[in-house]
């Protein structure tokens, strides 16, 4: 028996439902549901000693399935928890735990689907803001990935790679949230896809707040931030957050190089360093939408150089291996009709729903945006004209747009700025730091990364 086969739910829950392949069991109380034979020792009496087990890949992984008749659960509703595989709280510093989250989310055909996120535990939580109350600060950090490629998704990714960010927030007693907001089909862009995803995530560990699964306690300050694709996710959350999860009380929103539209994106990185992102984007966004998505596929060439193999590949990179293998690639190349048959009006429609920025609704809390002005992956007046957009009808933005550096250093010269304004959020000052009502919007010459672009 695979030891990856292994199920724990933790002592205390009320009601643990946990589901492998095509059952679903309802269990009360329960500490282990099933053990790999090698596997022996536990200790029943809290989640954090519960067994270790390598991390497989999602694709190998059976965990990373559709639980029986998941549909019929609630959005956020969780379907499976387990322990992080491996010791992922050796590799994150300041956690004291660290879990994989599967719920149910909803995908850009407005259906069911599912999504997993990652929990870690502070080793010593804050008490977000001030105020009497013991509130947990729960931070919800949308990882770049940027890829079509299901192994790509933090859950298993940060295996290899761990965000500093995350480590540094735990150690501010921050719980921290990194969903794989891309989905089961690691559809990147996906706009809607994404920010549901990201909703339910929260959705999902808040309904154990006060509750002893995760130590949550029951009152928390919620915030989101993310920088590009992560940006993507927590944008899409924030404008979706208004009809998909009112319920949520969000407190702040820090977003760095947004890309709001996709079709300037492509137009942008077309035949230059970045035009890997073009083939686990178009791949990604599609696969929301069957039709397009077999319509696209149909347009890709069988022969040349840049066919549809070579195209396809895309579905089995990561970010980094998508950036060397289409370097300078003129995308055009690879479909009949280049990209103007691509961007056909049936394209047109999923772009519209879910390539798009700004049309879903108005977030109503806090956001903080900060963008290079010559970032070479989404121009500048793309974002100037989303937060015109929203400022125009009451949101509350700060937006700062620096004038060194590109897309790239633009991620590191914003994360002083970035973790300002969470930590502010968590910290009860954001009403004493920023402005609270309307949009405030200046420049600013942040230097911090020695990268120009
Ligand atoms: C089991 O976990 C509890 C709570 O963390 C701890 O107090 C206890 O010492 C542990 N027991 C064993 C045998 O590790
Ligand atoms: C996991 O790593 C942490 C941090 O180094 C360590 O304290 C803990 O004992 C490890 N857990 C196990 C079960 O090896
Ligand atoms: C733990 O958190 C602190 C404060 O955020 C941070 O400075 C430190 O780098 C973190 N530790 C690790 C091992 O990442
Ligand atoms: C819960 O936290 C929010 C801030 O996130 C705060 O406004 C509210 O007063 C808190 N409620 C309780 C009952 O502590
Ligand atoms: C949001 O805050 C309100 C007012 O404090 C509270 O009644 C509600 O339960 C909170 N929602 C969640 C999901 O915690
Ligand atoms: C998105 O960008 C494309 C390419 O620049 C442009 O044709 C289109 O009008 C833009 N869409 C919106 C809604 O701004
Ligand atoms: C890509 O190829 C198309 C069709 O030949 C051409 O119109 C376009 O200018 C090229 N784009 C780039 C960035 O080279
Ligand atoms: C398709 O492209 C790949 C490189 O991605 C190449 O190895 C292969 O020979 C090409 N196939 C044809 C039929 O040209
Ligand atoms: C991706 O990898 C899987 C498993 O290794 C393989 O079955 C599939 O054919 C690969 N897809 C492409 C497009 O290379
Ligand atoms: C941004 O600027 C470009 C180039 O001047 C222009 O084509 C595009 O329409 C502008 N986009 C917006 C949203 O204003
Ligand atoms: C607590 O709140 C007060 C008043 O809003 C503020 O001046 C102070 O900086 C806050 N302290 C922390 C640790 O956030
Ligand atoms: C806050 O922003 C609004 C809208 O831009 C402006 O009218 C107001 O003066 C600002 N308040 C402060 C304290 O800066």
């Not at 090698?38 to 029943?44: D, H, P, Q, R």
């Not at 008490?127 to 990935?145: D, E, K, P, V």
Request: negative net charge.
């Amino acid at each position: 028996m695979r030891t990856a086969l292994l199920l724990v739910a933790c002592l205390n829950a009320p009601a643990a439902v946990l589901a492998y392949g095509d059952r679903k069991l309802v269990q009360p109380n329960l500490a282990i549901l099933a053990t790999a034979a090698s596997s022996t020792t536990s200790n029943s009496s809290s989640c954090s000693s519960a067994l270790l087990y390598e991390p497989v890949a999602p694709s190998e992984d059976p965990w990373y399935t559709a639980p029986y008749e998941f549909e019929n659960e609630k959005p956020g509703t969780i379907l499976r928890v387990r322990p992080a595989p491996g010791n992922l709280t050796l590799l994150a510093g300041n956690a004291s735990a660290a879990y994989n989250i599967l719920y149910r989310t909803t995908n850009s055909l407005y259906k069911p689907t599912w999504a997993v996120t990652t929990l870690f535990i502070p080793k010593k939580a804050s008490s977000a803001s001030n105020s009497s109350t013991t509130n947990g600060a729960l931070l919800s950090y949308q990882i770049a990935y940027d890829s079509n490629y299901i192994n790509a998704s933090p859950s298993y990714a940060l295996y290899s790679s761990l965000d500093q960010d995350i480590s540094t927030a735990l150690g501010k007693g921050y719980y921290v949230s990194v969903p794989d907001y891309e989905g089961p089909l690691a559809s990147f862009t996906a706009g809607v896809l994404s920010g549901h995803a990201t909703l339910d995530s929260l959705r999902a560990i808040l309904s154990t707040a006060g509750k002893p699964r995760f130590g949550l306690p029951a009152n928390n300050s919620i915030a989101l931030w993310g920088y590009s694709g992560g940006a993507l996710a927590s944008e899409w959350a924030a404008e979706l957050q208004v009809q998909y999860a009112p319920e949520l009380n969000i407190s702040g929103i820090a977003v760095g190089g947004l890309t709001p539209n996709v079709t300037s994106v492509l137009f942008s990185i077309n035949g230059g360093v970045g035009a890997g992102i073009a083939p686990p984007a178009i791949l990604g966004i599609t696969n929301q939408f069957p039709d397009v998505y077999e319509y696209v596929l149909s347009l890709l060439k069988s022969e040349g150089t840049n066919n549809k193999t070579g195209f396809l590949a895309a579905q089995n990179y990561t970010l980094n291996q998508d950036i060397g293998a289409f370097l300078g690639k003129n995308i055009s190349d690879y479909f009949e009709g280049g990209l103007s048959a691509v961007l056909s009006p049936l394209a047109q429609k999923v772009i519209h729903s879910d390539g798009i920025m700004g049309y879903h609704g108005i977030p109503q809390v806090p956001i903080y945006a900060y963008k290079a002005i010559k970032d070479e992956l989404s121009p500048v007046n793309d974002t100037d004209t989303l937060v015109a957009r929203y400022c125009a009808v009451g949101a509350n933005i700060l937006y700062e747009r620096s004038s060194i550096g590109g897309h790239t250093s633009g991620a590191i010269n914003g994360r002083a700025s970035a973790t300002a304004f969470v930590d502010a959020i968590f910290g009860g000052t954001y009403a004493a730091t920023y402005n609270t009502t309307g949009c405030t919007i200046r420049e600013v010459a942040w230097n911090e990364s020695s990268l120009s672009f």
